[in-house]
């Protein structure tokens, strides 16, 4: 089982703390470079943080997005088409709600 948080802002460092206390392996994306992730916070946080593009990111059997709301049509775009479904289903899973 491979995981993703993408956002790295305080809900995304709380998640990965997380991750880091269990001992589990967590690639985090931004839109940044993964290299300009901030290398103290990464080693503050534990060994097992994985900076990762957001292509590669959102290949995670889980993905946690952590990242304002107004931000998700972006991460979306990302996305590969779901199980075999159209982009226009995708797009539906993550649009915004009324």
Known sequence: MSYA?????????AL????ARKGIAVSVATTREP???CKPMRAAIGPKILP???AEAVKA????????????P???KALPTLAGQD???????????P
Not at 16 to 19: D, Q, S
Not at 62 to 72: D, G, K
């Open 5 to 13: 948080i993408i956002g790295f802002g305080k809900i995304g460092h």
């Open 16 to 19: 990965a703390k997380a991750f």
């Open 35 to 37: 290299e300009k992730l």
């Open 52 to 54: 990762k593009t957001l």
């Open 61 to 72: 059997d889980i993905i946690f997005l952590a990242v304002r709301f107004e931000s998700h």
């Open 74 to 76: 972006d991460v979306a």
């Open 87 to 97: 982009d226009r289903r995708r797009d539906q899973c993550l649009r915004r709600a």
